[in-house]
């Protein structure tokens, strides 16, 4: 599996940010999916989930109720929707494929490259 981020960019606090993965290949329905992220100077955390049917998904405490993870499998691709962001949101944002179909915070086996988001004050 290839995937490839996008939607990142320079916004304001406050603002809204909608990124994107694309997935390469015809199993991607078969693959829970996760964004993580890597602000400057820190570790890559776990940010959002999703299962392989898109009806389970799961968020960290910074994310939960500001952003939303979706899947569209015909389209073979996961979104993350950001509202109200912050300062200290901004980071490069990576999509991760896991063969486990399931929500997983871990198990994850491919990753894309990563789109930076940047949230200025």
């Known amino acids: 599996v290839q995937l490839q981020a996008s939607g990142g960019g320079l916004v304001q606090a406050g603002d809204s940010l909608r990124l994107s993965c694309a997935a390469s290949?015809?199993?991607?329905?078969?693959?829970?999916m996760g964004w993580f992220r890597r602000a400057p100077g820190k570790e890559r955390e776990f940010v959002a989930g999703i299962g392989w049917s898109g009806g389970s998904t799961d968020y960290s405490d910074s994310a939960k109720g500001r952003f939303t993870i979706s899947r569209d499998n015909a389209k073979n691709t996961v979104y993350l929707q950001m509202n109200s962001l912050k300062p200290e949101d901004t980071a490069v944002y990576y999509c991760?494929?896991?063969?486990?179909?399931?929500?997983?915070?871990?198990?994850?086996?491919?990753w894309g490259q990563g789109t930076l988001v940047t949230v200025s004050s």
């Open positions: 290949g015809r199993t991607f329905s078969r693959y829970g």
């Open positions: 991760a494929a896991s063969k486990y179909p399931f929500v997983t915070r871990s198990e994850y086996d491919y």
